[in-house]
């Protein structure tokens, strides 16, 4: 089974520094498991690393859409996989929400899910009005959907009508078992220490021009409702360019959300991984969990020595 390296944590707690870390020492690559670094353009507000931080390592993944191209949970599975069978590195799986990690990770089978295409039908309705039928019509998915999801909840509904399945029942008739050898290391702080770089990094944001940069999107014909415009970071903006929001309202609206996007994976990964947490901030603790990396992935090599 081939060994797969996953760096997790919250947004802002350093997962590409130490994937950079990782991959030097184990002659790894690293595989974003971001959805919105995945798209061309969208460098700042995702957080998207530079070609300087990248420090030589091969990475894959990133700019590899445009804004008005689809990108599924089964396209990342898809695209992730061929990248680890393909490399004769170690493959470093580096952020990501929990449903593409473990849609990559385990033996999520995408096949008899709908297509890509929505039905036409849905679109009529409200968030509201789709969030409340996919309730009636598949109570656990629902619970798993926010209300403002839409395209989430286009998507389930439309696998209801078009396969006559639940979407919650195609997932738990399937056994969901690895198809990898993963190691799932988790940066992680105190909580308000999180809470403050996240602040700082949205303050750099702004200072590195992110207001120019939804700009520049919005000339080139991107809109709010293409799909990484619905990212955090992105979404905030929509009310400033109507001319209903100021400048410094959607500078706390966007460290609002990401306060609570980290919340959210933090209970996600909590419930769903098995995560080998350390504090990122401490180099003793940092060194600590390579040699523990290490150990894992040499474990192959000392059974058959």
């Not at 870390?21 to 061309?40: E, M, N, P, W």
């Not at 998507?155 to 997932?171: A, V």
């Not at 603790?285 to 390579?290: A, C, D, S, V």
């Amino acid at each position: 089974m081939k060994k797969v390296l996953v760096i997790a944590g919250p947004t802002a707690s350093g997962k590409s520094a130490f994937a950079i870390d990782a991959a030097k020492r184990l002659d790894g690559i690293v595989i974003s498991g971001d959805s919105i670094q995945v798209y061309r353009g969208f460098d700042i507000g995702s957080g998207k690393i530079t070609d300087r931080e990248k420090q030589g390592i091969p990475h894959y993944l990133l700019d590899v859409k445009d804004a008005h191209m689809a990108y599924s949970v089964a396209d990342f599975q898809k695209m992730a996989r061929d990248v680890i069978e393909t490399t004769d590195k170690l493959p470093i799986i580096c952020g990501g929400t929990g449903l593409y990690l473990k849609a990559c990770l385990y033996d999520y089978d995408f096949s008899s899910e709908a297509g890509e295409r929505i039905d036409a039908e849905l679109e009529r309705y409200s968030n509201d009005e789709l969030w409340h039928m996919l309730h009636v019509l598949d109570e656990k998915q629902s619970e798993k959907v926010h209300p403002h999801n839409r395209r989430r909840l286009l998507r389930s509904l439309t696998i209801i009508r078009t396969t006559g399945k639940k979407q919650s029942s195609i997932h738990e008739e399937q056994k969901h078992e690895p198809v990898y050898d993963m190691f799932i290391a988790g940066c992680t702080m105190e909580r308000e220490l999180l809470y403050a770089r996240i602040d700082r990094r949205v303050d750099g944001m702004f200072e590195e021009g992110l207001e120019e940069e939804i700009r520049n999107l919005l000339g080139q014909g991107v809109t709010f409702a293409d799909q990484p415009m619905q990212g955090i970071g992105y979404k905030e903006w929509k009310p400033y360019f109507e001319g209903t929001a100021t400048l410094e309202e959607v500078r706390e609206t966007i460290k609002k959300h990401s306060h609570q996007f980290a919340k959210r994976q933090y209970t996600w990964l909590n419930h769903q991984m098995p995560v080998h947490w350390f504090n990122v901030l401490s180099d003793e603790e940092k060194e600590r969990m390579l040699r523990k990396i290490e150990g894992w992935y040499d474990d192959e090599h000392q059974k058959t020595a």
